[in-house]
């Protein structure tokens, strides 16, 4: 079983999967910590957006695993644990416009296939339901106002002691949403079929609620 969570940053498809993953047994993929390797490697080879042949020629020589741990994702690269490091406001501010280069794309969608292969899995990431597995047994587009997004993305930065301030964070994520609407292929829109679920007003216990229902009702 496939299910699909699409949606903005900060739109709580990162907690929601969490949750969902452990209630449910699925197998927790964060797409998005795939993009995030690859804006690492380019940043630490020294690469900038304007070496997008370079940052493509780079994405052989990169392994990229994502571990189950006591509930948690671990994220590695090359055998690293970069789970924290990728979520850097370095890493952050250009990973949108990595994952827009076409090439980049191509080879992690290929990655994300493999890894959810033979399993029962609970996705997210932007295309999920719309191009990477678009016969997904459940579709849910989470999303929420910008504004409150911004401000749970500040308070999660805190909690992780990632530095920023809210006004940064809130330009970030206008920047994201803009760049991840408008990509060549796999842009963030609402895939055919998918449940929209707008959480601006609701705590994520009952988002969780309401994306098991979903789940339920759909096996
Ligand atoms: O979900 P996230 O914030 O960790 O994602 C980081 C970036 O990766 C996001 O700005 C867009 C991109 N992304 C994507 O293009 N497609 C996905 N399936 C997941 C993420």
């Known amino acids: 079983m496939i299910v699909a969570i699409d949606g903005p940053a900060g739109s709580g498809k990162g907690t929601v999967t969490k949750i969902i993953s452990q209630r449910m047994g699925l197998v927790n993929l964060d797409t998005g910590a795939t993009y995030r390797c690859v804006a690492l490697a380019s940043l630490r080879a020294g690469l900038t957006l304007n070496d997008e042949e370079k940052i493509v020629d780079l994405i052989d020589s990169l392994d990229i695993e994502l571990e189950h741990q006591n509930g948690e994702i671990k994220v590695f690269l090359n055998g690293e644990d970069v789970s924290k490091e990728i979520r850097s406001s370095e890493v952050t501010s250009i990973v949108s416009q990595v994952s827009s280069i076409v090439p980049v794309r191509l080879k992690m969608v290929d990655l994300q296939r493999k890894l959810?292969?033979?399993?029962?899995?609970?996705?997210?990431?932007?295309?999920?339901?719309?191009?990477?597995?678009?016969?997904?047994?459940?579709?849910?587009?989470?999303?929420?106002?910008?504004?409150?997004?911004?401000?749970?993305?500040?308070?999660?930065?805190?909690?992780k002691n990632i530095s920023c301030t809210y006004e940064s964070v809130l330009d970030n994520i206008k920047k994201r949403d803009e760049n991840d609407k408008h990509k060549e292929i796999g842009s963030l829109r609402v895939a055919d079929g998918a449940i929209i679920v707008d959480s601006t007003n609701m705590t994520i216990e009952e988002v969780a609620d309401k994306v098991e229902k979903i789940i339920l009702e759909a096996k």
């Open 116 to 159: 959810a292969k033979g399993k029962n899995v609970i996705m997210e990431g932007r295309d999920i339901g719309t191009y990477v597995f678009p016969n997904a047994e459940v579709k849910i587009y989470l999303d929420a106002d910008v504004e409150e997004r911004a401000r749970r993305r500040f308070k999660e930065n805190q909690e």
